[in-house]
């Protein structure tokens, strides 16, 4: 026998979350993976492409859109799954997108109502899904801790706490009745600071925006929110900024930051001292807006 | 930045009000790892509520219920690194009606974290916390004697409480026990050490945790690969994907599968980075053979010498979850690596008093309780000892009709046979006041006497495939040569035996099960028994196979096409099957399922019957149960 039998912190979590990718793919009729074009879905789906290398991915992509995705998203998106011959659907709530559903004028809650957790259940019911596999990090936000790495939801796709199945081992439990869907978490035990490393270690292709750039934006609340040029509001300004998560343009903020490569995001993150959903409006409605909305059905 | 990071796993396990998570918040303090947002918001709270300090269990209290009532229900993950290790820590609640995720909790842990009040002293729930660490067996276990500045940080009562708990852990199975001072809500001891507690020597727990030996018990040994699925791309690729439980493999070495007995050799171990030279647990992997040969999920690749336990009547402990007690007549879903099978808890051997550690007998199981048990599952299963290996030797009982997670399962290893010459049936046990009996007189002394071994010769195939044509003509060979023999035919037993059974799935498989048994006595009384059944369901067939000696049962599929069969149709069947008159025909309205590895494969199509007679004398002759001779015509 030769070399060592340690696997790094990265090879561990490779190799968990590929197995639980397997175990999605085996155990279910018909699973989807959940792309939402941020650096964990690029995470996600190298590894879903590395769980069945040389097969192909056995679900295709699905990605909820709101239509208030940054254009730079909608470009990725489209290439990236191109170049990897993934199969990409791409579901949207037409009806409330048609009736001009805004965050600033439905509110923030209602309009992710509407836009994403409507659109996904839909998406879901239509298409017949029973596996939904999600990027969610259990660092990511204190009720998101407390998730299984099989999540059941039932057929209004509500996720109910304090009834969750222990999760022992690596053994997950796949059994579901007709109706109800589970959401499958295989990063689960990623850190903000695992992904960049991973994306680093593995040269996996990421939106432009992470990185800083000069960019038009309206200082608000401390939070910086990206204007659209030639719409821009008062007092916008230029600032050089990133992107630290991916949202819908109307509430996703950006931070001051100069890193432009991943070695510099790399020291950023690590010598953080905000969360990465800082700049998320979504979660700072209320003390407990994340758990409300995963029980409503969000992921 | 270093990448290359270790990863420990942690479980903190502690009474309500022990301070957990106090400590943890203070642990994700001292590392940095609390934000300034998140710090800012329990900071408020804490305001709020009128108290002086901010509240660092308010970190960890993810869920709306759990702020509301100030207590921890549900496991929560919480991550922190230091520069040379990156530490999960799965923190668990501490009353009992929540003991249940503590298992969860432990049952991937490297290590435990158990807290003590200094005040209060060893309690009911650190013994029980200690039990259940012992039971997971989790490499390492530290108790942290919390609040020692609520007692004065006086060497006195942490010495006293060390004693107490070393007392009781000497009846546990504990491989590694440490012990140290802390005051989680001032930092003593945590990350810096202290000045308050000289007396003390020890590391910090942060110091203790960084330097803790990762993988204690990393089996570099036993080779056990569960397949999780089967990777085939195109014509030329066939692979088999799946998370080496223990062990190490190389190409080149030679590979067993279980449950077919086949072997051959590692070609290549893929990976989308490229092929390696050698992968080893926990490593996730594809591994192509040289040998094309049946593996499907479900299978356990291992070395031929170097066998795990297979078997279907399990001795193990189970740790029951669910609020609905045990059902004795329930066929769980047992989930064991890829595996899923069905099992009956068949004993209640005894239950632990976690207090006092005695075993109690107990006639039922709820929630919470741990317990020795006994169960039956419907087909083999392939597992080591879990104390041995924690990967193959875990399960969990799935409610079939729930669907809900009932019960954590260790196995110790297989029950011990019941007297009888053979091992004791399988599943449903309704016959309460009936006991195995010893054969009065054993198989063996009937063999004896014949001159021949016992064996059961199962035919399956299509309707029109040729079993009965076989079946019949092997007989007459072996009768020849002076073998006990018995020919059993589906035809007849379904007008006799099992005339009450139709052709759903559930009649099929009853048919089949009393068939098998029927073949059983037979087998017992020294017989070459030959079965001819269509029996197209394999976990069938699998069961009967279950019933009958190693070594003694040989499936023998009975393969042609079935575009021949429909030409052949001695009885008119496929002329009324095809036009719908006879329904869940096999082949044509109800599916049959080919065995992926049968002992003799006989392609009535291409061989005439004299062939494939003498091929299946000659295979009784190779397995040494009838002696050499000139093959009957």
């Not at chain 1, 017949?128 to 009720?143: Q, T």
């Not at chain 1, 059941?152 to 304090?162: E, I, L, M, N, S």
């Not at chain 1, 409006?281 to 059905?297: N, P, W």
């Not at chain 2, 270790?6 to 609390?34: P, Q």
């Amino acid at each position: 026998m030769t070399g060592s039998y340690n696997l790094s912190h990265l090879k561990h979590l490779e190799s968990e979350s590929i197995h639980i990718l397997r175990e999605v793919a085996a155990e279910f009729r018909n699973p989807v993976l959940l792309y939402s074009v941020g650096k964990d879905s690029s995470v996600l789906v190298r590894l879903a492409r590395k769980a069945f290398h040389p097969g192909a991915m056995p679900f295709p992509l699905m990605h909820v859109d709101t239509g208030y995705k940054f254009p730079e998203m909608y470009a990725f998106r489209d290439s990236f799954c191109r170049e990897i011959g993934a199969r990409l659907i791409v579901e949207r709530n037409e009806t409330w997108i048609g009736k001009g559903c805004h965050p600033l004028v439905e509110g923030v809650e209602a309009c992710c109502g509407h836009l994403k957790t409507g659109a996904l259940l839909d998406a879901i019911r239509k298409h017949g899904f029973d596996a939904a596999i999600g990027g969610a990090r259990r660092e990511e936000e204190k009720s998101r801790a407390k998730e299984r790495v099989f999540s059941v939801r039932d057929a209004h796709g509500q996720w109910d706490p304090k009834n969750q199945r222990p999760e022992l081992w690596d053994l997950y439990n796949p059994r579901i009745r007709e109706g109800e869907s589970v959401r499958a978490f295989p990063l689960s035990n990623w850190t903000e600071l695992d992904i960049w490393q991973y994306i680093r270690a593995e040269g996996i292709p990421i939106v432009p925006i992470y990185f800083a750039q000069e960019r038009l934006v309206l200082r608000r609340n401390g939070v910086l929110i990206p204007q659209m040029p030639g719409a821009a509001a008062e007092g916008a300004e230029m600032c050089l900024c990133r992107f630290r998560s991916l949202g819908c343009m109307p509430c996703t903020g950006a931070v001051e930051s100069a890193a432009a490569t991943l070695d510099e995001i790399i020291a950023e993150v690590a010598g953080a001292r905000k969360s990465e959903r800082e700049n998320r409006i979504i979660d700072l409605t209320s003390d407990s807006s994340m758990e409300q909305k995963k029980k409503e059905g969000y992921f | 930045m270093d990448v290359e990071k270790s990863l420990l796993r942690i479980v903190t396990t502690g009474s309500v009000d022990d301070g957990k998570s106090t400590l943890m918040g203070r642990l994700l303090f001292e590392t940095k790892s609390i934000f300034e947002d998140q710090f800012e918001a329990i900071r408020k709270t804490s305001a709020k509520r009128g108290q002086q300090d901010v509240d660092l269990s308010l970190l960890l209290d993810g869920l709306a219920a759990e702020r509301e009532q100030a207590i921890t229900i549900d496991v929560a993950y919480r991550y922190f690194e230091t520069p040379t290790r990156k530490f999960i820590i799965a923190d668990c609640p501490g009353h009992e009606q929540y003991t249940r995720n503590m298992v969860t909790g432990a049952s991937t842990a490297d290590c435990a974290i158990v807290l003590i009040d200094a005040r209060n002293g060893v309690l009911t729930q650190s013994r029980r916390h200690g039990f259940i660490l012992s039971l997971l067996q989790v490499p390492h276990v530290l108790v942290v004697v919390n609040k020692m500045d609520q007692a004065g940080f006086d060497p006195a009562v942490y010495r006293g409480i060390v004693k107490a708990y070393e007392a009781y852990a000497r009846r546990l199975e504990l491989r590694d026990l440490a012990f140290m001072p802390v005051s989680a809500l001032q930092g003593d001891n945590v990350a810096a050490r202290s000045d308050r507690m000289p007396w003390y020597e020890g590391p910090t727990l942060l110091q203790y945790l960084e330097t803790l030996h990762v993988n204690p018990e990393q089996n570099l040994i036993d080779f056990r690969f569960p397949v999780q699925g089967v990777i085939r791309p195109g014509q030329d690729f066939r692979g088999f994907s799946g998370r080496i439980a223990s062990g190490a493999i190389r190409p080149g070495e030679e590979i067993l599968v279980l449950p077919s007995g086949r072997r051959s050799t590692v070609k290549a171990i893929e990976t989308f980075d490229g092929d390696l030279p050698e992968a080893f647990a926990p490593q996730s992997v594809v591994l192509t053979l040289a040998d094309e040969i049946d593996v499907s999920r479900g299978c356990m690749l291992v070395r031929p010498r170097n066998l795990p336990l297979v078997g279907n009547h399990l001795d193990a402990v189970l740790c029951w979850m669910d609020d609905a007690p045990l059902d004795p007549g329930t066929q769980y879903l047992l989930k064991h690596t890829t595996q899923t099978v069905k099992a009956l808890v068949s004993k209640l051997v005894y239950r632990f008093d976690v207090n006092t550690l005695h075993r109690e007998s107990a006639a039922r199981l709820e929630l919470n309780d741990l317990a020795r048990v006994e169960l039956q599952t419907t087909l083999p299963l392939f597992f080591d000892p879990y104390k041995l290996n924690r990967a193959t030797g875990s399960f969990i009982l799935i409610d079939p009709v729930s669907n809900r997670t009932v019960a954590a399962g260790m196995i110790r290893g297989q029950c011990a046979p019941p007297p009888g010459p053979k091992e004791a049936p399988p599943a449903q046990a309704h016959s309460p006041n009936t006991f195995a009996r010893q054969a009065n007189l054993p198989r063996e002394a009937r063999e004896a006497r014949n001159g021949h071994g016992a064996a059961v010769l199962w035919f399956t195939g299509l309707s029109g495939a040729g079993k009965t044509t076989l079946g019949r003509a092997l007989e007459r060979a072996l009768h020849q040569r002076g073998c006990q023999t018995t020919l059993l035919d589906g035809d007849s037993l379904r007008q006799g035996l099992c005339r009450d059974l139709g052709f759903s799935r559930e009649d099929r498989t009853e048919n089949i099960r009393r068939c098998g048994e029927v073949a059983r006595l037979f087998f017992d009384s020294g017989h070459i028994v030959i079965c001819t059944f269509i029996s197209p369901i394999a976990k069938d067939r699998d069961s009967v196979r279950s019933l009958i000696a190693e070594g003694r049962f040989f499936e023998v599929h009975v393969d042609c096409p079935i575009e021949v069969c429909i030409t052949r149709d001695p009885n008119g069947l496929y002329g009324n099957a095809l036009t719908g008159k006879i329904r869940d025909f096999t082949g044509i309205s109800a599916d049959y399922e080919p065995p992926p590895a049968p002992e003799v494969l006989a392609r009535t199509d291409r061989d005439p019957p004299e062939r494939i007679v003498a091929d299946l004398v000659r295979a009784l002759e190779r397995a040494a149960l009838i002696p050499p001779g000139t093959p009957a015509p």
